[in-house]
Nanobody, 121 residues
Framework: QLQASGGGSVQAGGSLRLSCAASGRTFSNYAMGWFRQAPGKEREFVASVSRSGGVIYYADSLKGRLTISRDNAKNTVYLQMNSLKPEDTAVYYC????????????????WGQGTQVTVSS
């Protein structure tokens, strides 16, 4: 089970840290990813991290504003988002993948329920 949290409403330029807590499986055996879906749009890749945290991918359009990290002792992956823009408004989902990190959502095995991020101008 994946539980995403940390979403909310912020003004443009603000920051949020999303968390995704995993239970029911050995967290350190899985790569983790974040995706988002804005209203009326397809779900898109945001960031992913390998099991050890040593390999990280970011969406090109979001590089420089995001940091993905994980704490395997706490079974949690984080997404720090800075300099938020109204176009970052979306539901953010976390997902797990049994092998390495990926930018492709169809390669992920399990998904959390999502957390809403709303950025106002």
């Amino acid at each position: 089970q994946l539980q995403a949290s940390g979403g909310g409403s912020v003004q443009a330029g603000g920051s949020l840290r999303l968390s995704c807590a995993a239970s029911g499986r050995t967290f350190s055996n899985y790569a983790m990813g974040w995706f988002r879906q804005a209203p009326g749009k397809e779900r898109e890749f945001v960031a992913s991290v390998s099991r050890s945290g040593g390999v990280i991918y970011y969406a090109d359009s979001l590089k420089g504003r995001l940091t993905i990290s994980r704490d395997n002792a706490k079974n949690t992956v984080y997404l720090q988002m800075n300099s938020l823009k109204p176009e970052d408004t979306a539901v953010y989902y976390c997902a797990v993948r049994r092998i390495g990190p990926s930018t492709r959502q169809y390669e992920y095995d399990y998904w959390g329920q999502g957390t809403q991020v709303t950025v106002s101008s």
